[in-house]
């Protein structure tokens, strides 16, 4: 389990990284955490050609309060980083709950926000918070910088809008809406093991105490972050009632057509596709503060 | 016997270097001149070979040989057999063993088909990638009860079925006894393929001096000297110029005594071939294939029982999986076949299995090594029996158990040894009272679970028991030496892997010659200290090498008294070994070091008497007659969640009963750290194969050991009734914590999940199994 | 066969200087470039934590980084944990007298992801301790006395 020989590039600006990517395109990696890539390289799944190391690029690490009151997060943060944040606390407890799911302590150590994130592993919490979140994701190359939604970068298993010479570069949180709630569940063998199912919830109370916006967003049931628009939709203008969340949740999880693996068949998953719905939602709902 | 360190928790002597990171492994052993080994191993279950194209990564740099089965010339050779037949009438056996790289056909993905030599392990991984394998895909035999049927492929071309062998034993008459029963609980019963995972993989460092003509093997292996006995004599040597070390192993749990590893066999060879040393050293992903597994077996089993309870007779017949090659006999099924009747007093037993050959790993002995299916078979009756029949499970259990006047208790059938099973000794109602009380049965079924149930929790208790023959022969032996500083060394044979050797062996030496253990210093594992012995296997280390080296201590405890007595001019009788020195009795000025005495015994001048020996110095040996039986009982209580099938543990009770204790603390290890492989037996660890025989989980991501949040904290406490086969009383510890946890579970989560009518008949299960089970039961 | 790259770094208080294979896993590194073998390798592929070792005094797993990604770092291995065997860190003094290893394995990467995690919780409850170690896989003890390791650790400064 060594892994094959490849070409390797450390630049210390980003100006350098993109020039490099911009030169390989998709013959190299970059090379972000690595806490995924290199076991895919020790496998010999992974073999790519060239390397392009952006652990010393400092200006892509970096956390700070955004003026909307939501969060700039570099792509290069550590997700131990993001994990110990009381600014993280404070302005997106969902994502601040998330991060002890991720794999181990010592993963979150070298692992990397961005790097999770454009992994776009079907399996990884992240992209689907970052969805429930309504988060935007900064890609640059070369040719320019563009800013695209979370909920729009995920294409496919494993695929993303990211262009051959684009990387991922930064983050923005947006705040919660007034009267929010979130909630975050998943079902997993071990502490840290990629969820058989999860999901990520944000909910949003309209004045009189019925549901005006919420997003129900699921990990390992498809190809990417999966959103559960008919629940969604389903609640809306309702009173979130335990028998409405379950009857809301009962027609969702007939839409949704996870695949089995050794893990878990098919029923088995679309079981914790409705009940993780319902706890997420209702804990969701339980949070939002009155104004 | 002045007994003072036996049976207490001394703090192991092998600690300090294996925590400060200064204890050699096989893959801290480094040689000049070393080169790295490759395999190329088959990505096919079941092919014809073609032809092994092998050019390209001849040509990758830093390369210095590729081999394949043709290059090997004469020493091509099928493996020994490592355990003949039993001796039971109209055994119908096949044995087929394993050979060093494939040569007509592959049998398992992962068996090795060429090797590659190269001046580091990277370089010999690119070249391994280049080599391409020619081949006539064969259809896979993969499932235990296809692999018997015409249709199915043949494993072995020259055998007419992929039958390894057809077993039938009998104690009493079945047939009898089930016409006389009020009831009969029939099922078919499943357990299926884990892997031991040792944390620390194989590995092989072989170097031949030419100069010297010696060949040194560092080996991961738990039996050293059949090793070098073994290679010694493929290799053509004579086996003092074969030493074999099995240096500190990362884990063995009954893989690393398969012999012999196709690894084992060519490294050797290819440091003779290219002058140089040469290291392997298994990664994750091979290990997977290359070490060998267990576990996969079909029960169809039958009680025949009166109404108030009583087992008249007990029929089991079953298919166990051998994999391709059976190298290690029959022993796995065998052991299913004597632990089944476990504790209970089953008169009439008809049990037949037929081991089958599959395009799947090797199958030889993991901790358990084939009791726990057997105990899985009878527990699981038990328990429906108990059901059928309105008994509580305990009571059901205590109405059956072997009373303690019983013993030595016989149950005729020819066990791993080849010896009838006989238990030796045991006091099995004392250990399941103690249990009851321990997890509090009859209040949690009276009270919490009640209260529990009212509250919409699901919370269940499992209690089941179990045997564990232990401590079989043939022998072991050992060299205790007392040197001229006082300290005293040990030599024996056996490999260690965890079980605390260093500290237990040096408590019982530590006893008879008046030193502390920390002036004990064991050496084990090397051929070069000791040259006879037989391995660490069937939980036989403690009670086979520990009473050879007790037998050893004592002869040197006489040489001891003799010399002091002459040299103190005092009778035997009136000395004491207390402190490092022989005293007198009630006069402790008059004394002698030992290591004074040691001088003495082997002077520079003077003469040493005849019909005496050198030294203070004594070789001894010990083998059981038999087989020591160890039991125990395990409860839990725990807690499922119904809608998602995840379970916590809430609490795990052991009372165990292996004789006499060397050292409390290293058995309690032994005990957790096998539950602990049981918990991941029945509910984590599953070695999931294709219908092309391709295994899908062949990771720690997709093959879950359990971990610090899954395991649960584990209460034990002790019966002792001593073995009266050998002069420490002990039976062995190793396997027991693993053997009875599958039932343990089935019985606790049927519990748990009372409403959903469940009867569960397999093991391993998962969340995702359990879910599927509860919606066939509806 | 690829570039050579130049790397410095410090091992235990060490100063290194070594050209390398950019691809050399940092584990592999350790052990066989740097002869510490204390650090072992139990998956690698980031699963079983025996190779995890301090960067920078974080604990991460050396089988899955490039040897390369640690030059200018700090790395702390097992054998800088105690100045020698006769007179053990009082982390390994626990795991001696709460029997925390037995094959010791896996021992030099619990010890090294404790380290840290014990620095910033030098009181931690037992769920706590079993939460940090869940990347750690332990064959041998069941995990109990290893936890009562830690939980009766007392590190001194």
């Not at chain 2, 060998?292 to 029929?315: N, P, S, Y």
């Not at chain 2, 079980?499 to 006893?511: K, L, M, N, W, Y």
């Not at chain 2, 879950?704 to 039976?731: F, Y």
Request: with cysteine; glycine share 8%; charged share 20%.
């Amino acid at each position: 389990m060594k892994p094959a020989p490849f070409a390797y590039f450390a630049p210390r600006s980003l100006d350098e990284a993109l020039a490099l990517l911009q030169e390989h395109g998709y013959e190299a990696k970059l090379l972000a955490g690595g806490q995924s890539l290199i076991p895919a390289m020790n496998f010999r799944l992974a073999q790519p050609a060239a390397l392009i190391d952006i652990n010393r690029i400092d200006a892509l690490s970096f956390l700070e309060p955004a003026s909307d009151g939501g969060l700039r997060i570099g792509a290069m943060t550590r997700q131990r980083t993001v994990e110990r944040s009381a600014l993280v606390a404070e302005r997106a407890p969902l994502l601040h709950a998330t991060m002890p799911f991720i794999a181990h302590m010592q993963i979150r150590n070298r692992g990397t926000l961005g790097g999770n994130l454009a992994h776009a592993d079907p399996a990884s919490e992240l992209p689907a918070v970052m969805v429930a979140l309504g988060a935007r994701f900064r890609l640059q190359s070369q040719r320019g910088a563009r800013w695209v939604n979370a909920a729009d970068f995920y294409v496919g298993l494993f695929a993303t809008t990211l262009e051959a010479d684009e990387m991922l570069v930064e983050i923005a949180v947006p705040p919660l809406p007034p009267r929010t709630g979130w909630s975050i569940q998943e079902i997993a063998r071990r502490r840290g093991d990629y969820a058989i199912v999860g999901v990520a919830a944000t909910a949003t109370l309209n004045a009189d105490g019925r549901c005006h916006a919420a997003r129900l967003v699921y990990l390992s049931v498809g190809e990417g972050p999966i959103q559960a628009h008919d629940a969604v939709a389903a609640l809306h203008g309702q009173a979130p009632t335990a028998a409405v969340i379950a009857a809301a949740m009962r027609g969702a999880s007939q839409r949704i057509e996870p695949l089995g693996d050794i893990h878990a068949t098919p029923a088995y998953r679309r079981q914790l596709i409705e009940v993780l719905g319902r706890r997420a939602l209702t804990e969701a709902f339980a949070r939002v503060q009155p104004t | 016997m002045a007994t003072r360190y036996f049976g207490q928790p001394i703090k192991r002597n092998e600690d300090p270097r294996l925590l400060t990171g200064q204890a050699t492994f096989t893959d801290d052993v480094h040689l000049p001149e070393m080169l790295h080994v490759a395999f190329y191993r088959s990505p096919y279950a079941h092919a014809r070979i073609r032809a092994v194209h092998t050019e390209a990564a001849r040509a990758m740099p830093g390369v210095v040989a590729v081999y394949t089965a043709d290059d090997l010339g004469a020493y091509w050779q099928p493996g020994p057999l490592l355990v003949p037949p039993p001796p039971v009438k109209e055994i119908i056996f096949n044995p087929r063993m394993q050979v060093p790289l494939a040569r007509d056909k592959v049998r398992f993905v992962g068996e090795p088909v060429a090797v590659v030599v190269a001046e580091n392990r990277y370089l010999a991984e690119d070249a391994a990638e280049q080599i391409h394998l020619d081949v006539e895909v064969l259809p896979a035999v993969v499932d235990l009860e296809q692999a018997l049927t015409p249709a199915a492929a043949l494993v072995h071309d020259d055998l007419d079925q992929n039958l390894n062998a057809h077993v039938i034993q009998r104690k009493g008459d079945y047939t009898r006894a089930r016409q006389q029963a009020d009831i009969i609980i029939q099922r078919k019963l499943r357990y299926d393929r884990g892997t031991a995972a040792a944390l620390e993989n194989r590995g092989i460092v072989a170097h031949w001096e030419a100069r010297n003509q010696q060949m040194t093997i560092w080996d991961t292996t738990q039996a050293p000297i059949p090793i070098r006995n073994g290679l010694a004599g493929m290799l053509g040597l004579s086996e003092k110029q074969v030493r074999v070390i099995a240096p500190f192993i990362g884990g063995g749990f009954g893989p690393k005594i398969m012999m012999f590893y196709q690894e084992e066999v060519l490294l050797p060879w290819i440091s003779m071939r290219l002058n140089r040393p040469v290291k392997w050293i298994e990664d994750r992903q091979e290990n997977f294939y290359a070490t060998t597994q267990e576990r996969g077996q079909v029960h169809w089993a039958e009680m025949a029982l009166t109404r108030d309870g009583k087992i008249l007779g007990v029929k089991d017949v079953f298919l166990h999986d051998a994999g391709a090659y059976a190298p290690y006999g029959l022993t796995v099924a065998l052991n299913s076949q004597c632990t089944l009747l476990g504790q209970y007093d089953v008169a009439h037993y008809y049990s037949e299995f037929t081991s089958v050959f599959t395009t799947k790993p090797i199958v030889t002995p993991y901790r358990g090594a084939g009791r726990q299916h057997g105990v899985f078979v009878m527990e699981r009756l038990l328990d429906i029996a108990a059901k059928e029949l309105d008994i509580d499970r305990v009571e059901m259990r205590r109405r059956n158990l072997i009373p303690p006047d019983k013993f030595p208790y016989s149950n005729e059938i020819i066990y791993q040894d080849f010896a009838p099973l006989t238990y030796d000794s045991g006091n099995y109602l004392p250990a399941l009272a103690r249990a009851v009380e321990m997890i509090d049965y009859e209040r949690f079924l009276r009270e919490e679970q009640p209260r529990l149930r009212a509250a919409g929790k699901h919370v269940g208790l499992g209690i089941v028991t179990y045997v564990e023959g232990t401590g079989i022969g043939p022998y072991e032996g050992a060299k205790v030496t007392v040197e001229a500083s006082g300290r005293v060394s040990v030599a024996t044979g056996i490999g260690t892997q965890g079980q605390g050797h260093f500290t237990s062996f040096a408590q019982i030496v530590a006893d008879q010659l008046g030193v502390t253990p920390e002036q004990v210093r064991l050496v084990t594992g090397d051929t070069a200290e000791f040259y006879w012995g037989a391995g660490t296997f069937a939980s036989r280390g403690a009670v086979v090498a520990g009473n050879a080296i007790h037998a050893a201590a004592l002869a040197v405890r006489r040489k001891i008294l003799k010399k002091a007595s002459d040299e103190l001019e005092v009778d035997e009788e009136d000395l004491e070994l207390v402190d490092g020195a022989v005293r007198v009795k009630g006069s402790p000025q008059t004394a002698i070091k030992l290591g004074d005495l040691a001088v003495r015994a082997n002077p520079m001048r003077g003469a040493v008497k005849p019909g005496t020996e050198p030294g203070l110095e004594a070789t001894d040996y010990f083998g059981p007659e038999r087989g020591a039986t160890a039991s125990g009982v395990h409860a839990m209580i725990v807690e499922v969640d119904p809608e998602t099938m995840m379970i916590e543990i809430l609490r795990y009770v052991v009372v165990h009963d292996c004789g006499a204790v060397i050292n409390p603390m290293i058995l309690e290890g032994q005990i957790h750290g096998g539950v602990a492989q049981g918990i991941g037996n029945a509910f984590y660890e599953q070695l999931v194969f294709d219908e092309h025989g391709q295994l899908l989980n062949a990771s720690f991501m997709d093959y879950l050991l359990p971990t610090a949040d899954t395991v649960p904290r584990i209460e034990t406490d002790h019966v002792e009734t001593r073995s009266p086969l050998n002069p420490l009383g002990i039976k062995g510890a190793g396997e027991a914590g693993a053997i009875p946890v599958g039932p343990l579970f089935a019985q606790a989560i049927e519990d748990a999940l009372h409403d959903a009518n469940l009867e569960i008949l397999e093991i391993p299960l998962s969340p995702s199994r359990l879910y599927e089970l509860v919606a066939e039961a509806k | 066969m690829t570039e050579l790259y130049p790397v410095q770094l410090t091992v235990n208080g060490m100063a290194y200087a070594r050209t390398i294979e950019p691809r050399l896993l940092l584990s592999d590194f350790l052990r066989h470039e740097l002869g510490l073998t204390g650090t072992h390798v139990g998956c690698e592929h980031g699963s079983c934590g025996a190779c995890t070792v301090l960067m920078d005094g974080q604990a991460v797993r050396s089988c899955i980084l490039f040897a390369v990604q640690a030059d200018g770092h700090e790395i702390t291995t097992v054998e800088g944990l105690a100045a020698n065997s006769a007179r053990l860190h009082p982390l390994q003094e626990a795991f001696r007298a709460a029997h925390g290893l037995q094959c010791g394995y896996c021992t030099p990467g619990f010890l090294m992801t404790l380290i840290p995690f014990l620095e910033e919780n030098p009181t931690p409850s037992e769920a706590e301790i079993r939460d940090a170690l869940s990347g750690n896989i332990c064959r041998c003890t069941g995990y109990q006395n290893i936890v009562d390791a830690v939980l009766k650790v007392e590190i001194g400064d």
